[in-house]
Every structure is written in C-alpha cells, then in structure tokens.
Nanobody, 120 residues
Framework: QVQLVESGGGLVQPGGSLRLSCAASGSIFSINAMGWYRQAPGKQRELAAAITSGGSTNYAGSVKGRFTISRDNAKNTVYLEMNSLKPEDTAVYYC??????????????WGQGTQVTVSS
C-alpha cells in the first residue's frame, strides 16, 4: 500500500559525496518519520539517520557531522546528503517510512535498497 523508491547510490572515492533520495507513494494519510538505515556485508542493519515530520533529526555517531538528512513533506520525500565519505560507509542503504494510511491503519515500509560503495 506504500511504496518507497530510492535513488542516488553508486561508487564514490573516499572523501567524496553522494545524495540519496527516497520518495513515498500510495494511500498515505501522514508520515510520522522517515529514515535511512544501512547494512554492510556481514553486519546488522543499523540506523544512519532519521527525521520526524516536525524536522527533528537523529544521527548515528559514526555519520554525525558528515551526513545530513532532510525531507520535503509535500512530496513525501526524504534525502540523505553524504559528505566526506569513508570506505566504512560502504553498505546497502535502505529508506524507511512510518505513518498512517488513508484507511486508518499504520504502515512501516521499506525501500528496496541502494548500494553505496566508497573505494579508490
């Protein structure tokens, strides 16, 4: 009922930048929070950054100061600006959105994931 489409991943050299985008569509009444999680090979999925509808943000310590999350509520879209990328940022990045459906139910949806590779 809610689809998330991610874009913007790719290969970048250490110190470079990438911008991820994620657009939510479907029978959405409201979105409470959107976020980006990441999963490196052999590791558990972890929160990278999240943002509420009011604009409050939360970052993993490892990305604080380098990543910036933002959202366009009118477009149900969340962005992740990643700067000063390090090889340890290499992972599949997943978009997540949580909120309420037009029909009244709650949703907690995930995107398909986009690969970010930081390597020289």
């Amino acid at each position: 009922q809610v689809q998330l489409v991610e874009s913007g991943g790719g290969l970048v050299q250490p110190g470079g930048s990438l911008r991820l985008s994620c657009a939510a569509s479907g029978s959405i009444f409201s979105i409470n929070a959107m976020g980006w999680y990441r999963q490196a090979p052999g590791k558990q999925r972890e929160l990278a950054a999240a943002i509420t509808s009011g604009g409050s943000t939360n970052y993993a310590g490892s990305v604080k100061g380098r990543f910036t999350i933002s959202r366009d509520n009118a477009k149900n879209t969340v962005y992740l600006e990643m700067n000063s990328l390090k090889p340890e940022d290499t992972a599949v990045y997943y978009c997540n959105a949580r909120g309420w459906l037009v029909a009244g139910g709650y949703f907690d949806s995930w995107g398909q994931g986009t690969q970010v590779t930081v390597s020289s």
